[in-house]
């Protein structure tokens, strides 16, 4: 008799499995784990990298909030606020802080960049109007 799904050991993934299915580098995984926010499990003779499906998770919330444009810092706090506490809500209120931060500063870069757009054209028409015979 096959063992219940309750007492089976969770599946574990070697950085060679999350690299594959997260298209990422090795290395990437690597420097998450050297910044401290990934701990993966060693095996004792080969002391390969085994992550856990909560690895898992952390890690592709990590690479979703790299590409949101969070630093590392503010993805550690969460991690850390959710280690210490496991309070979803008290992690969410900062993840919240952290979006509105994330949104003035994207809406203060595109209003930066519409100027210099403008500023461009502009620019564009003054040297067509020189260089250009009517």
């Known amino acids: 008799m096959a063992p219940s799904s309750a007492t089976a050991a969770p599946r574990m ?6 690299a594959r299915e997260l298209d990422i580098s090795t290395r990437t995984i690597r420097y998450y ?3 401290g926010l990934l701990s993966p499990q060693r095996t004792t003779n080969t002391q390969q990298r ?9 890690l592709k919330l ?10 590392l810092e503010d993805i550690r706090e969460l991690f850390e606020i ?6 979803e ?12 931060e994330r949104l003035s500063q994207i809406e ?3 209003h930066d960049l519409t100027n210099l757009r403008d500023e461009l054209r502009e620019a564009l028409v003054s ?4 260089i250009l015979p009517d």
């Open 108 to 110: 203060a870069q595109l």
């Open 89 to 100: 809500t008290l992690q969410g209120q900062r993840l919240r802080r952290m979006i509105v």
């Open 82 to 87: 959710y280690d210490a506490t496991h309070d």
């Open 33 to 35: 784990e050297e910044r």
């Open 50 to 58: 085994l992550y856990t499906p909560g690895d898992r998770v952390r």
């Open 13 to 18: 993934y070697t950085i060679g499995d999350l």
């Open 62 to 71: 990590l690479l979703r909030a790299r590409g949101l444009g969070f630093r």
């Open 127 to 130: 040297v067509e109007r020189q």
